[in-house]
């Protein structure tokens, strides 16, 4: 975003077709101008709170967002994890007095087990590391099929999670 300056980063993304982005590495602190530019243009800026997120720094993080609150479930880096802990309800059920938008649960989030354990309490579950390690089959063209089938699959098996 900043090597190519803000206006040159959402024209591109618009002109691709992007609706919004997540910027991780934003500080809310210095997040206001691009948040405005981001506002002006209807395209969406979604940035993330995590467990350890001070409630003022949070305050600040969701009046930036635009989209949706990435809700971080919990310490540490995103991966594949037995289970999502009690982290992410704590911080979902802070935030909601905070804002609107919707809170969307992600880092962690992997199995059936896991959305029907958040879909009483987040928006929106993020899945990621699950399905691009089924993506890395994708080596060879028979590969791609499968790895193609495989996400598939697996997107229904997690969505199925929320009825």
């Known amino acids: 975003v ?3 300056g803000p206006d040159a980063f959402l024209d591109a993304a618009q002109a691709a077709g992007l609706s919004g982005a997540v910027v991780p590495d934003l500080p809310a602190e210095e997040a206001d101008e691009f948040a405005r530019r981001c506002r002006d243009r209807d395209f969406k800026l979604i940035l993330l709170v995590t467990p350890t997120t001070s409630p003022g720094r949070a305050e600040k993080i969701v009046a930036a967002c635009s989209g949706f609150v990435y809700v971080v479930s919990v310490v540490g880096i995103t991966g594949e994890r037995a289970a999502v802990g009690d982290a992410a309800r704590t911080v979902v059920e802070r935030l909601r007095g ?9 880092f962690g989030v992997s199995t059936p087990e896991h959305v029907r354990g958040l879909k009483d309490v987040a928006d929106g579950v993020i899945v990621g590391s699950a399905l691009v390690r089924r993506l890395e089959a994708a080596g060879t063209p028979d590969g791609r ?3 193609v089938a495989d996400v598939a699959a697996a997107v229904r098996e997690l969505s199925g999670a929320l009825r």
């Open 2 to 4: 900043w090597r190519r």
């Open 145 to 147: 099929a499968k790895a």
């Open 98 to 106: 905070l804002t609107d938008l919707p809170l969307c649960v992600g």
